[in-house]
């Protein structure tokens, strides 16, 4: 029997493995993801009051389409035996392998790092809500001024004093000009303050030193700058970008019995542009190659990954959201009415659970087409 093994179970390891059963059909071939976590975390949800809310537990995803759930951590990936080892020391042989393993937060490294949050995990997300359980008199040092610091200090903003710190001299430095008078028009009516280029260069308790040498109260420092593929990508050969993610084809192999999807996959859009490391690129990722993966092993034509036009849609707490479209970032909407896409968007990354067909008919190829506010 053919095995396709899926290593991750995010959004894009999911989808893979959802697409491939859905190419598969009634076909003798094995689908198995392996994650050493029982649910899959809704990541673009974990800045908000009640991260442990977003997950949806992976069986009711995988055990309908018939794939299997291996829950374990992935140690070692052998690509010329074809094997994938985990940390328990169980092997498992594949015949495809989709590698969808995502990114992972650049932890500082400064003194008192032990001490810093973040919301790049659900127990980090978690562990963030207990210390500041109940308290409304905090002051949040967050470092990063991009799209996770943003929901971070606005959602934070409704409940104590919040200090945005970024490298960079303006906001949202990788959004660009569009959105940024709608940013900073809700920072200031939210009253987060600004210390712009700076960093965050010593952690105590409740105190954080900036670049220049100054103490600042802290009751909570969260970091949010910087990702990073996940280890695992050094383990298969081939070139990576300078997020350390691999380069993959139009078909998202890598080489050889290798995809990559999600996080870990640099997936070229065009002449001028990569996929960015989000779920709005890690769904599309995923089908593709899942889809791929089972059509490589039935001799059946591979697809071309094709999304649909870049969009952004930022969370500003109490100020509403900014929705924008295009590389350009063309501002379609700010306040309630950007509120109200963030809301359509974060129910449509949910996947359908139980129901088999529901879920293969989901993990067909097609474009989402976001609609305008005044459409919902």
């Not at 035996?81 to 169980?90: I, L, M, Y």
């Not at 479209?325 to 509120?339: L, M, N, Q, Y």
Request: include cysteine; charged fraction near 25%; charge should be negative.
């Amino acid at each position: 029997m053919n095995h396709i093994v899926i290593v991750g179970g995010g959004f894009a390891g999911v989808w893979s493995a959802a697409s491939a059963a859905r190419v598969r059909g009634d076909a003798d071939i094995r689908i198995t993801l392996v994650s050493p976590h029982t649910d899959m975390v809704l990541r673009p949800r974990l800045y908000e009051a009640e991260p442990e809310r977003a997950v949806v537990p992976l069986k009711r995803v995988l055990e309908p389409v018939g794939a299997e759930h291996v829950q374990a951590t992935v140690a070692e990936i052998d690509t010329t035996g074809r094997q994938v080892v985990t940390s328990d020391g169980d092997v498992l042989t594949y015949d495809r392998l989709v590698l969808a393993t995502g990114s992972q937060l650049i932890r500082p490294e400064v003194p008192g790092a032990d001490l810093v949050f973040d919301v790049d995990t659900l127990a980090g997300a978690v562990a963030l809500k207990e210390h500041l359980r109940d308290r409304t008199d905090f002051t949040a040092v967050v470092v990063g001024a991009g799209f996770t610091g943003l929901e971070v200090s606005t959602e934070l903003a409704a409940r104590g004093r919040v200090i945005l710190v970024d490298r960079n001299p303006v906001v949202g430095p990788e959004l660009g000009e569009g959105p940024r008078p709608a940013i900073e028009a809700a920072l200031d009516r939210l009253g987060v303050e600004r210390r712009l280029g700076t960093t965050v260069t010593a952690v105590k308790e409740g105190s954080a030193q900036l670049a220049d040498g100054t103490w600042t109260e802290a009751d909570a420092v969260i970091w949010t700058a910087g990702l990073r593929a996940s280890p695992l990508t050094a383990q298969i050969e081939g070139s990576r970008d300078r997020f350390g993610r691999l380069e993959v084809d139009a078909q998202l192999r890598v080489s050889g019995a290798v995809f990559a999807a999600g996080d870990t996959a640099a997936a070229r859009l065009d002449a001028e542009h990569v996929t960015v490391q989000s779920c709005q690129y890690a769904v599309p990722l995923g089908k593709t190659a899942g889809h791929n993966a089972a059509a490589d092993l039935l001799g059946l034509p591979l697809i071309d990954f094709a999304p649909g036009p870049y969009v952004t849609d930022i969370d500003l707490g109490g100020a509403g959201a900014v929705f924008t479209r295009g590389w350009d970032r063309e501002v379609e909407s700010t306040g309630a009415d950007g509120k109200l896409v963030k809301k359509w968007i974060m129910e449509k990354i949910e996947p359908p659970v139980d129901d088999a067909q529901e879920i293969l008919n989901a993990a067909a190829y097609v474009h989402v087409v976001i609609p305008a506010a005044h459409e919902l």
